[in-house]
C-alpha cells in the first residue's frame, strides 16, 4: 500500500519528499511499473494470517483485492500482466486467504475493490469527457466486480474510488440489484456506501462516511469506523516510528466508543511486499483479542443503549446486550478510591446486580437517588485484574 500512495504523491502530486526519496534511492527512469516484480510475497503464509485474525476476535475481514493503481491481488481476466498471478507472487493471494478463512476461522470474508484507477487511460478519457462515455466501468472495473464475486463469493464488498463520477457512471445500482438478488451472496453479502459521487454517507448497507470516522455520538444507520493502526498510513512504512502507531489502550478505546454509538471497528494494518503481518501489528491483533475475550459480552451482539457516555464520570461508554438485558458500561481508568460512579443507571433496590467481567463475587452499590449509582470495585492487585486497559461492569435489572 505504501507503493500505491507513492505513485500518487510522487508522480502526480510531486511532493518533495517523495520525489526526493524516489531519486535517492530508485535508478534513473525507474517506473511505477517496476515495483511489480518487487511485490514478492514470499513469506505470505495464509494460515498464519488466518490464525492471527481468528486471534484478533475479529467477526470479520476485508482484503484489499485492487486499489486506485488498478493491481489486482487475483488474476483477473480484465487486468492483464499487472496482477499477483502474472507477475510479482505469481499466486492468487485472494483465493488462498479465502480459503484459509473459512478453513480455520469463523470470520466472515470480505473484499474492498476500488471502482477508479488513477493513472488509467480508459478512465482519465471517460473523465476528460465528463462522464458523458463509460469505457472504463464496462470493459474494467464492472467485469472485476462481477469476476471477484462470482469467484470468491465475499460477504462483504467493501466499494471505493468513485473518482468523482456519478453512480449512473459506475452503473452501480445495476451491480447492486444483481449482487442482491441474483449473485451467489444475495442470502449474506453486505455493502458500504461507496458507489458514486455523493452516495457516501448517503446509501449504502452500512455508512463510512469518511475514513476513520468516529462521530462519538449516536447514528440513526448502522455504520463502520474504518481506522488505521498506524496514524500515519494505511499501508506497511520501514520508516515508521513507534509512536506512530495506536497503543492498545488507544484501540479499546475506539473500539467501546465506536461500538456504543452503534458502529463496526474496521482495523486497518498493512502487510509487507514480502507477505508478512508486522510484528507490531500483530502484537495490537492479538491484544485486542486478549480484551474482547474477557469483555466480549459488551461488545459482539449489543446494541446502543439510551446513553452513549457517562454524564458524570468522563471515558465511561455503555453497550446493551439485548438477550441478556444487561447494560454494560466500559471503563478505562481503575480509581483509586476503589469506588466508580456513574450517573446513568437507574438501579433497583434489592433487584439490580452489577458484576465486573472476568470476577465471579457480585459487587456492592448504592443508589444516588432516582439516578446515577457508585459501585464498590473489588480490591485487586495489578495481577488478579481480570484484564488490562479497560474493564466492563454489566448491569442487570435496572431501569
Not at 121 to 149: C, G, H, Q, W
Not at 172 to 194: E, H, I, K, Q
Amino acid at each position: 500500500m505504501f507503493y500505491v500512495f507513492c505513485r500518487w504523491y510522487w508522480q502526480k502530486e510531486k511532493r518533495e519528499p517523495y520525489v526526493k526519496f524516489m531519486e535517492a534511492n530508485y535508478p534513473p527512469g525507474f517506473s511505477y511499473e517496476d515495483f511489480g516484480p518487487l511485490f514478492t510475497a514470499e513469506f505470505f503464509d495464509p494460515n498464519q494470517w488466518a490464525d492471527i485474525l481468528k486471534a484478533s476476535g475479529a467477526k470479520y475481514v476485508v482484503l484489499t483485492s485492487k486499489h486506485h493503481e488498478g493491481f489486482t491481488l487475483w488474476g483477473s481476466k480484465y487486468s492483464w500482466n499487472w496482477n499477483a498471478v502474472d507477475m510479482g507472487p505469481k499466486r492468487d493471494l485472494v483465493a488462498e486467504l479465502a480459503t484459509s478463512v473459512r478453513n480455520r476461522t469463523d470470520l466472515h470474508f470480505g473484499l474492498y475493490h476500488s471502482l477508479f484507477e488513477w493513472f488509467n487511460p480508459l478512465f482519465l478519457e471517460d473523465a476528460t469527457n465528463a462522464f458523458k462515455t463509460r469505457k472504463f466501468p464496462t470493459t474494467k472495473s464492472l467485469p472485476e466486480l462481477y469476476e471477484i464475486v462470482t469467484k470468491y463469493q465475499p460477504e462483504i464488498i467493501w466499494s471505493d474510488g468513485d473518482g468523482n463520477a456519478p453512480d449512473t457512471y459506475w452503473n452501480s445500482t445495476g451491480f447492486l440489484a444483481w449482487l442482491y438478488n441474483d449473485s451467489p451472496v444475495r442470502d449474506t453479502v453486505v455493502t458500504n456506501d461507496r458507489w458514486g459521487l455523493g452516495s457516501i454517507c448517503t446509501h449504502g448497507g452500512f455508512y463510512t462516511c469518511s475514513d476513520r470516522y468516529n462521530p462519538g455520538h449516536l447514528l440513526p444507520h448502522k455504520w463502520e469506523n474504518c481506522m488505521t493502526i498506524d496514524r500515519g498510513s494505511w499501508g506497511y512504512r520501514r520508516d515508521a516510528w513507534l509512536g506512530d502507531y495506536l497503543s492498545i489502550e488507544d484501540l479499546v478505546k475506539q473500539l467501546a466508543e465506536t461500538v456504543s454509538c452503534g458502529g463496526n471497528l474496521l482495523m486497518n494494518i498493512g502487510p509487507t511486499h514480502d507477505g508478512r503481518i508486522a510484528v507490531v501489528f500483530e502484537e495490537r491483533l492479538r491484544q485486542v483479542g486478549a480484551w474482547l475475550k474477557v469483555n466480549g459480552e459488551a461488545i459482539y451482539g449489543t446494541k446502543p443503549w439510551r446513553a452513549q457516555n457517562d454524564t458524570v464520570t468522563p471515558g465511561v461508554w455503555y453497550t446493551f446486550s439485548p438477550k441478556e438485558g444487561k447494560v454494560n458500561a466500559i471503563f478505562f481508568n481503575w480509581p483509586v478510591s476503589g469506588t466508580l460512579e456513574l450517573g446513568e443507571p437507574q438501579a433497583k433496590l434489592g433487584e439490580t446486580q452489577v458484576k465486573l467481567a472476568g470476577y465471579k463475587e457480585m459487587l456492592k452499590w448504592v443508589a444516588l437517588g432516582e439516578k446515577g449509582i457508585i459501585v464498590a470495585l473489588p480490591h485487586l492487585t495489578p495481577q488478579q485484574l481480570p484484564c488490562q486497559w479497560g474493564w466492563t461492569l454489566q448491569l442487570t435489572d435496572i431501569n
